[in-house]
């Protein structure tokens, strides 16, 4: 059992490295259409410099988020071998999941509205579908987050285990932080 959970811990830790490989390649990616937007040496018209810096923002936001889920699942799996079984677990995991997920979506529908109303306003709906979207799962959330809490009262020793876990992380985290 032992040689399964390492197993599983180095896929974690694996899918772990290769989301901040990702990040890292959007994070440069963004750093060039900076660049075309910025470049004052460069013939791009206003509205091309405005689109390099929305797409960059865009990246940028793709990269965070490929950076918090790559540390939740590093600090869920592999940190706490955290088996999502009982509700303060899954709201847990699915809390810091859906945060990320939800206001990049939020971002992505900004960022597209502002390019649609200025390129081609016709798309300006499937923007908005985005931002309706983000709204449905940040609603969809709250209520998975309210009928959780019943749930999670059945069962108070979980609550204090997973509060001892964070307490103890943090220490790990500040141990690690002086020297």
Not at 15 to 38: K, Q, V
Request: include cysteine; aromatic fraction near 8%; charged fraction near 20%.
């Amino acid at each position: 059992m032992k040689t399964i959970r390492r197993l599983f811990a180095i896929g974690y830790t694996t899918i772990t490295l290769l989301f901040a490989c990702c990040a890292l390649a959007l994070i440069a990616l963004a750093t060039c259409e900076l660049w075309r937007g910025i470049d004052p040496y460069s013939l791009v018209p206003l509205r091309g410099r405005f689109s390099a810096l929305l797409e960059s923002i865009g990246l940028l936001t793709i990269a965070v988020a490929a950076f918090e889920l790559g540390q939740t699942i590093l600090e869920e799996e592999v940190w706490r071998e955290v088996h999502t079984s009982g509700p303060t677990r899954v709201r847990r995991f699915l809390s810091r999941f859906l945060i990320v997920i939800i206001v990049a979506l939020a971002i992505e529908a900004m960022i597209s509205v502002f390019q649609f109303a200025h390129d081609d306003p016709t798309y300006l709906p499937h923007a908005s579908l985005i931002g309706v979207a983000a709204a449905l799962l940040l609603a969809g959330w709250g209520l998975f987050i309210k009928f959780n809490t019943s749930a999670e009262m059945l069962e108070p020793e979980a609550m204090a285990e997973a509060k001892r876990e964070d307490e103890n992380l943090q220490l790990g985290t500040n141990r690690e932080d002086q020297t």
